[in-house]
Every structure is written in C-alpha cells, then in structure tokens.
C-alpha cells in the first residue's frame, strides 16, 4: 500500500508541475521518430524502452534491450488549413494574388529506421537514419500573400551512430554523432512594375555534424527517469538564386557604376546561414501496475537562435532579410500504456505544444501557433520476436494571423487568419533477433 501511495504522489507531482508551467514549443521540428511513442504523445521519449527507436529517444536505453532488434517505420501526415478574413493591397499596381484556399501543406510521410545491438549486459550499439527536422508550405498561383512567400521547403535528414554502457541496475549513459544533411527552398512573386511580378527562387543545401547523448536512472525497478541532451547544428546553405519574368527569361535590374548605368542580371550564387537549436527532454516512466505504465515528459529547445532567413548572394549583397526572432521553447506531454494481454497494448496521451513563434514577425512560410495533439496507439506482438505498432494522432492548433508589410514595402500588405490542424497516421515494424 505504501508504494503504491508513493508512486501516485510521484505521478501528481510530475504532472503539476508540468501542467503549472508556461509551454512554449513547435517551429519546424519533427517528433516523429517512433510509432510506438506517437502512441503515447512521446511522453516517455527518454524513459520508456518498448524497441530500437529509444536510439533516438534515449542512447543510454540501448543497455536496457535484451536482443538485437531492428525498428522501421513512418506516419503519414495529413494537414489541412483554413483561411479567413484575407486582404491584399499591392504598392506596385496590379502585383499580387486574389484567392486563399488554404491546404498549403502537402500530405507527407516521415521514415525513419533503427537498430539496437546489444553486446553483452553492459555494452550497446545502434545506428539510426531519420528526420529531426523539416517544413514545407506550398500555397497555389493565385495566393494573395504570394508576394511574401509562395514556397518555403526545409528538409534534414540524420545518420546517427551509438554507444550506449550501463554501470549497474540504475545507472547507463548513451553518446552518438550525427551526420546531417539540409535542403531548402524560397520561393516567392516579387513586384518588378505595375502587373510584372518576377518569379524569384532560392535554392540551397549543407552538411554539418552534431551529436547528443543519454543518461537514464532507476531509483528503483518501477520508476525510470531519463534525461537526453541533443546539440545544435550549424549550416551554411550554398545554392543558387534566380529570378525569372514572365516569358521565363532571367530578369536584370539597372545598377549604378562609374561607366554609368549598368543592366545586372537577377541570378548569383547564394548562401543561407541556419541553426537548428540544441534541445533537452527529460521524461519519467512510472510503472503503476504489472500491466499499467504512466509517463510524463518535458522537453526544452533553444530557438532563439532562428532570428533570421538572410540570403545573400555573391554579388548582389543582401537577397532576403525576413525577421523571424523566435523564442526559446517548452513542450510538456502525459501518456499511458496498457499491457491488455500478451499480444496486445494499448496506448494514448496528450502533448502541449505551443509555438515559439511571436505575432509580430510571424509569416506565411511558417503560420503555426500553439498545438495540442492528441495520441492513440496499439502494439500487436503475434510472435515473439516480432511486434507491429500503430497510431494516430490529432494535432489542434489555435487560430492565429499573419500580417505582414506596409505602404512602403514593394510586396504590399497582406493579412489573412489561419487555422491549421493536422492527422498522423504511423505505422512500426519491430523485429527481434
């Protein structure tokens, strides 16, 4: 009776402060790594050991699996979006789009693959390919804010190799590296002369390394916490910048110069400085019963350091300056798992997910504000060494707005209200060997 009182006050305490304190999370990060934790809301992303995707979740949880094992998976996500409310005022006469239609964000699938090897009761190894982060919002032709943004695609994908040791029943720690590679897109209609806009693109990608690692303790057999430091990345994306008229040739536009007046074509190479911010979870898994698992998870990220999207080109200078000054970011998450029988558990959880993005600088390309996300999930173990993981997940985001230029900016002015929400489909295969 006693230690069951304990690890309700454990519970109780965990979810106050959890719940007591200001959530701030979201921007273009990627959570989704793991079926089997989608099924839950992630809440034990660095406690809770179901399978080899802990390689992302946890290095140090390595130690704590008991064969080798192999986890493939993805969710498929399917966003819809509603816009409200929308006007334009072109400063450049007859420049700009007249619909908002919404649904800018194509339905993608996010693939992710692990795998675990234990050596012996003390030392692991793993290796994991997967997205950590990624956005994309491709509006039609016709957009009204067109002029501010018509695609913004950011893509990362990540190698990770992994060592993970465990000192004793309590303690184990985990470290890895991460190859990483970015891709990116901006595009936009920029007002040339009255009815002329110029089709202008930025293309570019980079590869850089990071690294995170892992500690787990267990106070005692029932109670696991876990604690998982991952580092930022800095990229210098080189690419190339064009901007095109209508009749698809390259435009140009006049430059002064001592010989006089000179026609400068609108193409050069360019280069895009980003930094995906360093992030920090800490997450508690409490077994309450043989069959009852509850998890409680935090998670901070420093996206302070996404101020800017500055383009610059070799020989044109300054190609675009869009302001983004993002805050740093908390995102909390409870969720439960229910060992129904042998072959069958059953899981849900709720995530707070609220953006670090602020009402002044917010743009088109990325128009999110705070999410909560609501999980189910179930995991079919019909043989042993095998176990198929299912989810889904109900992401609501509230209402916000966009607005952004004035008299005196060529692109116009533009606003419009959003409304986004989002459906996770995954789906994991496991296997043992």
């Known amino acids: 009776m006693k230690n069951k009182f304990n690890r309700l006050t454990l519970v109780a305490a965990v979810a106050a402060a959890a719940f007591a304190s200001q959530a701030h999370a979201g921007g273009y990060q990627i959570n989704e790594q793991s079926v089997s934790g989608q099924g839950y809301g992630h809440a034990g992303r660095s406690s809770n050991v179901n399978d080899a995707t802990i390689v992302f979740g946890n290095p140090a949880g390595m130690s704590f699996l008991d064969r080798a094992q192999v986890s493939v998976g993805g969710t498929y996500l399917d966003v819809s979006t509603d816009l409200d409310n929308t006007t334009y005022t072109a400063t450049v006469p007859g420049t700009g789009g007249d619909t908002a239609e919404g649904d800018m964000v194509p339905g993608t699938l996010v693939p992710y693959a692990f795998y675990a090897h234990p050596v012996n009761e003390k030392l692991a190894f793993g290796f994991g390919v997967y997205a950590p982060f990624g956005s994309k919002t491709d509006y039609e032709d016709s957009f009204a804010g067109?002029?501010?943004?018509?695609?913004?695609?950011?893509?990362?994908?990540?190698?990770?190799?992994?060592?993970?040791?465990?000192?004793?029943?309590?303690?184990?720690?985990?470290?890895?590296?991460?190859?990483?590679?970015?891709?990116?897109?901006?595009?936009?209609?920029?007002?040339?002369?009255?009815?002329?806009?110029?089709?202008?693109?930025?293309?570019?990608?980079?590869?850089?390394?990071?690294?995170?690692?892992?500690?787990?303790?267990?106070?005692?057999?029932?109670?696991?916490?876990?604690?998982?430091?991952?580092?930022?990345?800095?990229?210098?994306?080189e690419g190339d910048f064009k901007a095109t008229g209508p009749d698809g040739s390259v435009a140009s536009r006049p430059v002064e110069t001592p010989m006089g007046t000179v026609m400068v074509p609108l193409q050069d190479s360019a280069s895009l400085d980003l930094t995906t911010p360093e992030t920090v979870n800490f997450s508690v898994t409490q077994e309450m019963t043989d069959r009852l698992k509850l998890m409680f998870g935090a998670s901070w990220a420093r996206w302070s350091r996404f101020d800017q999207i500055l383009v610059e080109g070799e020989n044109l200078g300054e190609i675009t300056n869009e302001p983004q000054n993002y805050s740093n970011a908390w995102a909390f998450a409870v969720g439960g798992e229910y060992q129904l029988n042998p072959q069958w558990a059953l899981r849900a959880g709720l995530s707070i997910d609220n953006t670090p993005t602020n009402d002044i600088d917010r743009s088109v390309r990325i128009p999110s504000d705070d999410r909560r996300i609501f999980s189910v999930g179930a995991g079919w173990t019909p043989v042993d060494n095998m176990t198929v993981d299912l989810a889904y997940s109900y992401l609501s985001e509230r209402g916000t707005f966009v607005e952004q230029g004035d008299p005196t900016d060529l692109r116009g002015q533009f606003r419009t209200d959003y409304k986004n929400e989002a459906h996770g489909f995954g789906a994991q295969l496991t296997y043992r060997f």
Request: aromatic fraction near 12%.
């Open 146 to 237: 067109r002029t501010f943004g018509t695609l913004t695609e950011v893509k990362v994908m990540s190698a990770q190799p992994t060592v993970s040791y465990r000192f004793n029943d309590q303690w184990s720690v985990g470290a890895g590296v991460s190859y990483n590679r970015v891709d990116g897109k901006l595009y936009r209609n920029a007002p040339a002369a009255p009815g002329v806009e110029l089709d202008s693109r930025v293309e570019g990608d980079d590869e850089a390394w990071g690294y995170n690692l892992g500690i787990i303790y267990q106070p005692i057999p029932e109670t696991t916490l876990g604690l998982t430091y991952r580092s930022k990345v800095e990229y210098t994306l």
